[in-house]
């Protein structure tokens, strides 16, 4: 496939001015892809993305994340950079970056030129649509409507489980003392809440007033309300704060993998958290990447390529080849989980929940400490 040219072919000097242009813009994407926290870790290769990349011999796309999908990534490259090569003759490297879901997002408006992005929150996928990185309508230009891995709000306690919490109920109980994040700060922490609202709307026959009361003072329990995920689990592991906390389903099953004893169990009903992929369409259109990036997003919805997710301790999806009675059988059954579509999608829930002076915001003023 060849791109067209639209303009005459550079004289000497326009040669020269580009490639000064060039290593400019270069450095300075470099910088900006390396500075400050966000990103975890870091593979490139030394070529970069150019204009006519889709018909060159070696293609190279940015994949930006948060940390938790990065293993079933590295598993998952290999293969598409096999099948690619074979069905197109292409060489495709890739560099990739891991860290917190927001800081991602923010690196991406701020210059980190992403191909494609897997975060966390649609919310964050959202940002970058208001930021005319993502075309509005990204949620229709792939399978399950951009989300390629979902997971449930699950409850770790302490060994034993000496506090007997086994729904959400119980975090509103004078003697149980439990630890977040943030809703205001983390992506992750949205859900959390959102978990216990679906929860008390629902077994108060959808009263508002009665699911406000719920969380008011499931929060007023609150031990510690941390900056982000990890800060939060460390209060709880580390720090011996609380008797639960309420993390992602996914990342405590990951834990134990790693040789964490830890306990839990996912209240029932709970929320379908949908972890969201998208191509960055600015950048993929800058970069002459589109063909290969779409196809990479595409390839992550094949039966060896969700075995990964599930490896990790994703949910299968649903309709998907993966989602076998060997693999559900590993997860507590819940028998309602709501979604976000239930609440009119991400933008409509950050501002009537998670938005200054929003339901969250009432919520923590209303609480004597």
Not at 187 to 212: M, Q
Not at 316 to 344: F, H, R, S
Request: glycine share 6%; proline share 5%.
């Amino acid at each position: 496939m060849k791109l067209k040219q639209n303009r005459p072919l550079f004289n000497l000097r326009s040669l020269k001015k580009f490639v000064s242009l060039f290593v400019i813009g270069t450095t300075l994407s470099v910088a900006i892809a390396s500075c400050g926290g966000n990103t975890a870790s870091t593979s490139s290769s030394p070529n970069s993305a150019s204009p006519v990349a889709n018909s060159a011999k070696e293609v190279e796309l940015t994949l930006v994340g948060y940390a938790v999908p990065k293993a079933a990534h590295d598993a998952i490259i290999p293969k598409f950079v096999e099948k690619w090569q074979k069905e197109k003759g292409q060489t495709v490297t890739f560099k990739q970056s891991y860290g917190g879901s927001g800081s991602q997002t923010r690196a991406i408006i701020d210059g980190l030129e992403a191909d494609v992005a897997n975060l966390a929150i649609a919310a964050d996928t959202e940002k970058l649509v208001k930021a005319g990185f993502v075309n509005s309508d990204w949620t229709t230009k792939t399978p399950n409507n951009g989300i390629v891995a979902k997971t449930v709000a699950a409850v770790i306690v302490r060994p034993g489980n000496p506090k007997n919490i086994k729904t959400f109920d119980d975090l509103t109980r004078p003697d149980v003392k439990w630890v977040t994040a943030d809703p205001k700060t983390s992506g992750g922490a949205r859900w959390n809440f959102l978990a216990l609202w679906d929860h008390a709307l629902r077994a108060n026959n959808k009263d508002e007033a009665k699911a406000t009361e719920f969380v008011t003072k499931a929060f007023a329990n609150v031990a510690v309300l941390a900056k982000d995920a990890r800060e939060s689990t460390d209060a709880f592991s580390k720090q011996g704060q609380g008797d639960a906390l309420i993390n992602y389903e996914n990342e405590v099953i990951l834990a134990q993998q790693k040789g964490e004893k830890l306990e839990y169990v996912v209240p029932d009903p709970n929320v379908s958290i949908d972890i969201p992929i998208s191509v960055i369409d600015k950048n993929v259109d800058k970069h002459g990447t589109r063909e290969v990036a779409e196809a990479f997003v595409q390839y992550l919805y094949t039966p060896e390529a969700q075995a990964e997710f599930v490896k990790l301790g994703f949910r299968p999806l649903d309709g998907a080849p993966v989602k076998t009675k060997e693999n559900t059988d590993k997860y507590p059954a819940v028998k309602t989980l709501g979604t976000i579509q239930e609440y009119g999608g991400w933008s409509q829930a950050q501002k009537k929940f998670f938005d200054d002076g929003a339901v969250f915001d009432q919520v923590q003023a209303s609480i004597k400490r």
